[in-house]
């Protein structure tokens, strides 16, 4: 089992940028796809981005296309989220995941194939 700690959120203005760190215990991380979810007050959980248990893959939600980038670190067991030209409407939540499931492309964006979860770090953008 992967245990998940995410840091990095705050407060910024838009067309800012954040960098969330999401640092994971267990030996296993590296067979572990990544992912970042967030959720904004009174709306759903979405999908933000995820990573191939190598790095070779990559997939983002089209809202943040071009302006996040997720990457990862096996040596270090950390995935990060670095989040360019942030807009109000980024304002959320943003949880790290991890499962032992290979992401398609028809269905990487499904929080089914995430089984660990963090606690979740607020990312607030001011207009």
């Known amino acids: 089992q992967v245990q998940l700690v995410e840091s990095g959120g705050g407060l910024v203005q838009a067309g800012g940028s954040l960098r969330l760190s999401c640092a994971a215990s267990?030996?296993?991380?590296?067979?572990?796809?990544m992912g970042w979810f967030r959720q904004a007050p009174g709306k759903e959980r979405e999908f933000v981005a995820a990573?191939?248990?190598?790095?070779?893959?990559?997939y983002y939600a089209d809202s943040v296309k071009g302006r996040f980038t997720i990457s990862r670190d096996n040596a270090k067991n950390t995935e990060t989220l670095q989040m360019n030209s942030l807009k109000p409407e980024d304002t959320a939540v943003y949880y790290c995941?991890?499962?032992?499931?290979?992401?398609?492309?028809?269905?990487?964006?499904?929080?089914?194939?995430?089984?660990?979860w963090g606690q979740g770090t607020q990312v607030t953008v001011s207009s």
């Open positions: 990573i191939s248990w190598s790095g070779g893959s990559t």
């Open positions: 995941a991890a499962g032992p499931y290979p992401l398609y492309s028809g269905t990487y964006y499904h929080e089914s194939n995430f089984e660990a």
């Open positions: 267990g030996r296993t991380f590296s067979r572990y796809a």
